[in-house]
């Protein structure tokens, strides 16, 4: 019964755990790179695992990806669509716990450390999706959450040029990333292609593709695939940042979502519980990480079993907050007033 305020409310369709799932590693990895940030920060001793958790930052081209293949699916699966309609839904579903902790973020900092103007200008930049062209001090990693915002506003209209032609789609994310070389703006070209990467394999996906004959091999090499999508990333060259990993990331979600490999491992309720509340997490997760590291950090003096620690409490900690701030707003149309 509990369990239940704990699950994501789907609005339509057929609700694919694996995609939750694929949201578990993702928002794991970020939370790993953030405990191990914070650590840094504050005790001397280094980390055996810093080198290899330092990758994690890399769950958020995950994300990305991942926003690339639902919408898009959505976008092929609907035969009239409705900018309108589709623009309420983004609202009505990300707005609310974005203005609710930011709002809360911001007033809780400026009891503490007092009311000023740039306080108040950085509270207007985050609320309106600017910060990352000046400056975020109430909740610093909603500089993803810009990028997504303009994917979402962008999407339906690069739909109408691109529809499901795979090689249009690939051109686009090819000349965006060929264009971020040149101006490395704080704006979508930078990072459309890993969004470029859900949209083909949402193509694919329309299309009838033919199993892989040799199933275990096909499973080693998609999770190999993740395995140096996370683990090359340490070798932060232009090789492997905007080529090599591109590539892993698509072979590993190709294998997952067209292939089907995995589906059973990444269907557990607690990968699934986790993934669906992975909005909230993202959202909240950074001053937890601070509140509980503080207090954890005069306790246990392993800095492996600490950061473990963080991860675990900090988790469950934003879970908690699931069932008031994200899960009464994932319900479709929940803000109209019942006859």
């Known amino acids: 019964m509990y369990l239940k305020l704990f699950k994501r409310v789907v609005s339509k369709g057929t609700y694919r755990p694996e995609i939750d799932g694929l ?26 695992l810093s080198s290899l958790w330092f990758t ?4 958020v081209p995950l994300f990305f990806s991942i926003s690339g293949f639902v919408l898009s699916s959505q976008l092929l699966k609907t035969k009239k669509f409705s900018y309108k309609q589709y623009l309420i839904r983004r609202i009505e579903r990300i ?17 503490r450390d007092g009311f000023d103007q740039e306080k108040n200008y950085s509270l207007f930049r985050v609320l309106t999706y600017t910060s990352n062209f000046d400056t975020n001090l109430i909740n610093v990693v909603t500089w993803s959450l810009e990028i997504e915002v303009v994917f979402y506003l962008l999407l339906p209209l690069l739909y109408l040029l691109a529809k499901d032609t795979i090689w249009k789609w ?13 101006y490395r703006l704080p704006f979508l070209n930078t990072y459309f292609h890993w969004f470029a990467i859900g949209i083909i394999i949402a193509i694919l996906e329309t299309k009838k593709t033919s199993s892989f004959s040799y199933k275990l091999l096909g ?14 990333a340490h070798y932060e060259t232009l090789l492997v940042i905007e080529i090599v990993q591109p590539i892993l990331l698509f072979f590993f979600l190709y294998g997952v979502l067209i292939q089907k490999y995995f589906l059973k491992y990444l269907s557990f309720t607690s990968f ?3 993934g669906g509340a992975c909005y ?14 503080h207090l954890l950090i005069p306790i246990i003096a392993h800095r492996e079993i600490l950061s473990l620690v963080l991860v675990v409490v900090t988790t469950l900690l934003c879970l908690m ?11 479709k149309g929940w803000w109209k007033i019942k006859s």
């Open 23 to 48: 949201r578990f590693i993702a928002i794991i990895a970020v939370l790993i790179f953030h405990v191990d940030a914070f650590l840094t920060l504050y005790m001397d001793k280094a980390s055996a």
């Open 56 to 59: 994690g930052h890399y769950g």
């Open 95 to 111: 707005e609310p716990p974005f203005l609710i902790t930011t709002i809360a973020f911001y007033l809780l900092l400026s009891f």
């Open 170 to 182: 690939s051109v686009l994310a090819v000349c965006t990333f060929v264009f971020s070389q040149f």
């Open 219 to 232: 499973q080693t090499i998609t999770l190999l695939c993740l395995i140096l999508f996370f683990g090359l």
């Open 272 to 274: 699934t519980i986790v």
């Open 280 to 293: 909230i997490i993202y959202l909240i997760h950074f001053q937890v990480i601070s509140v509980t590291g």
């Open 321 to 331: 907050a699931f069932p008031v701030l994200e899960r009464p707003f994932m319900k």
